[in-house]
């Protein structure tokens, strides 16, 4: 009988093969739930800008995860621009003017926050307000014919579902989508995902306050506007779109901040 020899592997790459399986399979829910508990601590204020995060084996204690999917989160903080690691001295959290604040994490796990979550949907605002008009001109002066098609597909499925709170939205979503796709702008291409994701919650706000219908006759005339290829009409409608918006919402806060009445009992 022959007798077939087979190379030994070397025992560190048989435990770093095994840690990426693991990882890869098994733990990477443990990954990223280690992932979105760090992000969460650093950006509801419990380790604020300059702080050191507890060490590896503390946080592997805290959350009953394993150090492997700890140091993976890590990286990814890094990535994101949350921390910053120093020999001997540990994770710092970076300044919040470097955090990565179009990452979509990021922008998920700050929405989540009830304390900041305005001011950052006050922000979307007036980046909706430098920004959609002029993807709008572009898409008039750029979009292909079929790309204008998708844009009356995405409103025709807003129309169709106006009054169907998830499918309202997710058209209303592909509708923008689809002007920054008519645009033809690679780095305004690239902001697409965070954006959708900050416009998703701007939506549900519109859709609850039954601004939601109202609103698609200002897509309409940026449709059309876009249809005829007036890049100068494109821009001032949707810049009523987004002003309206604006208000909406201006009007939303308003109505959280008012006090209570107290009423008063008769006697």
């Known amino acids: 009988m022959r007798v077939t020899h087979q190379k030994t592997v070397p025992a560190k790459v048989r435990v770093e093969a095994r840690r990426k399986a693991e990882l890869t399979h098994g733990s990477c829910s443990?990954?990223?739930?280690?992932?979105?508990?760090i992000g969460r601590w650093?950006?509801?204020?419990?380790?604020t800008p300059g702080q050191t995060l507890p060490t590896e084996h503390e946080i592997c204690r805290e959350l009953g995860i394993g150090r492997n999917a700890i140091r993976e989160a890590i990286k990814m903080l890094v990535s994101k621009g949350l921390v910053r690691t120093v020999r001997r001295l540990g994770m710092i959290v970076k300044p919040r003017a470097e955090w990565n604040m179009l990452d979509p994490a990021l922008l998920s796990w700050t929405l989540a926050n009830p304390e900041i979550r305005e001011t950052l949907l006050e922000d979307l605002a007036s980046l909706r307000q430098i920004i959609e008009p002029e993807v709008a001109?572009?898409?008039?002066?750029?979009?292909?014919?079929?790309?204008?098609?998708?844009?009356?597909?995405?409103?025709?499925?807003?129309?169709?579902?106006?009054?169907?709170?998830e499918l309202a939205v997710e058209a209303d979503i592909v509708f923008h989508k689809r002007l920054f796709d008519g645009a033809h702008h690679q780095l305004l291409s690239s902001i697409v995902p965070a954006f959708a994701l900050l416009l998703r919650s701007d939506l549900e706000i519109a859709f609850h306050t039954g601004n939601f219908i109202a609103g698609l006759e200002h897509h309409r005339r940026v449709m059309e506007a876009i249809h005829r290829r007036d890049s100068e009409e494109a821009r001032a409608q949707m810049r009523l779109l987004v002003q309206k918006n604006v208000k909406d919402l201006g009007g939303v806060s308003a109505r959280r901040h008012r006090p209570r009445?107290?009423?008063?009992?008769?006697?």
């Open 137 to 165: 001109a572009l898409a008039a002066e750029r979009a292909s014919t079929v790309d204008i098609l998708r844009i009356y597909e995405a409103f025709e499925d807003m129309e169709a579902h106006g009054n169907d709170f």
């Open 261 to 267: 009445r107290v009423a008063r009992r008769r006697k």
């Open 30 to 37: 443990l990954v990223d739930q280690a992932l979105v508990a």
């Open 42 to 47: 650093i950006v509801d204020g419990r380790y």
